[in-house]
């Protein structure tokens, strides 16, 4: 079966605009995780979604950033008011439910703020 | 406050010859361990997991080593292949539920395998 999907797989964007990223979990998958690898560092967690439930925010790093999961499936990271200091590739990963071990991850999208 | 840590950049091995990833972790309540595998432009690839209560898990080629007292595992890969060049992860998994069950990831070691 299809994977996890990211669009776009590059964006590159001035500084102070807003940018949105799109997730496509695993069909089924009731568990959408959001993190970001920025340049020579390790995947940063970022925001957690599961089923219904309200998402777990704690990852993110200012005010500027927010997600949203419509219908339990596809989900929108935004980042309003981009710094340089937001580029990294940002991936999206699901898994089964939070029972399950592993997470399987997209292929990221590449985000550079000029 | 990296709670998992992979000190080596990078490894260079022969292939044929084994290859030993090794990673240090701070946080006990993590209750899994998983290894990710990601090559250029992909996404992180699932390659193999560990129990906290385990110390050993095999899957063809590669083992994964739990030393829970020294809060430390190690990836072994043998023998090493010119495919097997990427960039490994090591991760812990919280357990208190919720958004708990996020992955702690380290910064990662580049494998280079020289045919």
């Known amino acids: 079966g299809a994977g996890v999907s990211q669009s776009p797989s590059n964006k590159v964007t001035e500084k102070g605009k807003d940018v949105e990223l799109r997730c496509d979990p695993i069909?089924?998958?009731?568990?959408l995780y959001w993190y970001r690898q920025s340049l020579g560092q390790g995947l940063e967690f970022l925001i957690y979604f599961q089923g219904n439930s309200a998402p777990d925010k704690s990852g993110l790093p200012s005010d500027r950033f927010s997600a949203e999961r419509t219908g339990g499936s596809v989900s929108t990271l935004t980042i309003q008011r981009t710094q340089q200091e937001d580029s990294a590739v940002y991936l999206c990963?699901?898994?089964?439910?939070?029972?399950?071990?592993?997470?399987?991850f997209g292929p990221g999208t590449r985000l550079t703020v000029t | 406050d990296q709670q998992v840590k992979q000190n080596s950049p990078s490894l260079s091995v022969q292939e044929g010859r084994i290859s030993i990833l090794n990673c240090d972790y701070t946080?006990?309540?993590?209750?899994?361990f998983l290894w990710y595998k990601k090559y250029p432009a992909e996404g992180p690839t699932f390659l193999i997991s560990?129990?906290?209560?385990?110390d050993k898990n095999e899957d063809g080629r590669f083992t994964v080593f739990l030393n829970k007292s020294a809060k430390h595992l190690s990836l072994h890969i043998v023998p090493s292949q010119p495919g097997d060049s990427a960039v490994y992860f090591c991760a812990g998994r919280g357990n208190s539920g919720g958004s708990n069950y996020k992955l702690t990831f380290g910064k990662g070691t580049l494998l280079t395998v020289n045919p």
């Open positions: 946080n006990s309540m993590f209750d899994y």
């Open positions: 069909s089924g998958h009731t568990a």
């Open positions: 560990i129990s906290s209560i385990k």
């Open positions: 990963a699901s898994s089964p439910g939070t029972a399950g071990v592993v997470q399987y």
